[in-house]
């Protein structure tokens, strides 16, 4: 089964489980840190008339959101760089770097259960940077694109939850092989973490 599937699988019975723990109030804020596994979707595109693949990436993620009215709030996730292997035709040719904040706009829905399911759409901005390739001087241009979000916080204490997080991000870009455009590598990944949040 893949990331994916085991993610889509543990938020829909933490969602059926039960509600919300303690509804968030207008000026809380909450700052999270976990683990984050970026998995591109299995198409990347063409590049220079071969089929692209973008590998997949763990690391630690941080949130940070605002609530500006209850249960509503704006989140924005960081992380530290992921890395990621480029391959065409089945051969890896290079690999590259990248950080993907991403602001978005959270609803949190409440009742009197542990259980706290969101749901969330914004925009991510993609920077890729440290691309390396024996064939030359490669370049992925920067991506601004849709961000979808969808997740469960499970209380383990009055101010503290463990976080189950899915999200979609668009992410499509221009690829340069020493200044010349090859084609355009389509990542569009799905985004799984877990994460331990507390409210301030």
């Known amino acids: 089964m893949s990331i994916k599937s085991i993610s889509i699988c543990a938020i829909s019975a933490l969602a059926l489980a039960g509600g919300a723990a303690v509804?968030?109030?207008?000026?809380?804020?909450?700052?999270?840190?976990?683990?984050?596994?970026?998995?591109?979707?299995?198409?990347?595109?063409?590049?220079?008339?071969?089929?692209?693949?973008?590998?997949?990436?763990?690391?630690?993620?941080?949130?940070?959101?605002?609530?500006?009215?209850?249960?509503?709030?704006?989140?924005?996730?960081?992380?530290?760089?992921?890395?990621?292997?480029?391959?065409?035709?089945?051969?890896?040719?290079?690999?590259?770097?990248?950080l993907p904040p991403t602001v978005s706009l959270n609803y949190?829905?409440?009742?009197?259960?542990?259980?706290?399911?969101?749901?969330?759409?914004?925009?991510?901005?993609?920077?890729?940077?440290?691309?390396?390739?024996?064939?030359?001087?490669?370049?992925?241009k920067d991506s601004w694109g849709l961000a979808l979000n969808a997740g469960v916080d499970f209380a383990v204490s009055e101010r503290s939850a463990i976080r189950a997080n899915l999200r979609y991000i668009n992410i499509q870009s221009d690829v340069l092989l020493d200044g010349t455009n090859i084609g355009k590598t389509k990542i569009d990944p799905w985004v799984a973490s877990i994460s331990y949040v507390h409210r301030f």
């Open 23 to 98: 509804a968030q109030q207008a000026g809380d804020w909450t700052l999270g840190v976990g683990i984050g596994h970026v998995n591109p979707k299995s198409n990347n595109g063409t590049l220079a008339t071969l089929p692209a693949s973008i590998g997949s990436s763990t690391r630690p993620i941080l949130t940070a959101e605002y609530f500006i009215r209850d249960n509503l709030g704006i989140e924005l996730l960081a992380a530290v760089p992921f890395r990621h292997s480029i391959s065409l035709g089945g051969v890896q040719v290079g690999t590259t770097k990248h």
């Open 108 to 140: 949190h829905f409440s009742n009197d259960s542990a259980i706290t399911p969101f749901l969330g759409a914004g925009i991510n901005y993609t920077s890729f940077f440290s691309t390396r390739s024996p064939l030359g001087n490669l370049k992925i």
